[in-house]
């Protein structure tokens, strides 16, 4: 059974940086995509960040390029991903998910969006940037 949690949310200043993990679990090879989601209430949700697990290549909306990184430590069976977020700006307040696509197409990982649908999501966390 697939399970993600994320954890690492909070709140800082403009101009800070907070790093969000999120551990996944439950699945039995690297056939998948993870990606970093958020969402303000009233609001689509949007990807902010995907991740092909087994090349590590990482792909980043423009809202977010250059100021947030998205990081794996891949196991058998598990994987913890990270974003680390610099240069935060209030507009990046929101909850901010973590979910799995099970896929053998590994172009899939790198649609932003919205278009493809992730089968497993985690319970999300909170992030605050004040000005």
């Known amino acids: 059974q697939v399970q993600l949690q994320e954890s690492g949310g909070g709140s800082v200043q403009s101009g800070g940086s907070l790093r969000v993990s999120c551990f996944a679990s439950?699945?039995?090879?690297?056939?998948?995509?993870l990606g970093w989601f958020r969402q303000v209430p009233g609001r689509e949700r949007e990807v902010v960040a995907t991740i092909i697990p087994l090349s590590g290549a990482t792909f980043y909306a423009g809202s977010v390029e250059g100021r947030f990184t998205m990081s794996q430590e891949k196991d058998y069976g598990k994987n913890t991903v990270y974003l680390q977020m610099n240069s935060l700006r209030p507009e990046d307040t929101a909850t901010y998910y973590c979910a799995l696509r099970p896929t053998m197409k590994r172009e899939e990982c790198r649609v932003l969006d919205g278009t493809i649908e992730y089968n497993y999501w985690g319970q999300g966390t909170q992030v605050t940037v004040s000005s």
């Open positions: 439950g699945f039995r090879n690297s056939n998948y995509c």
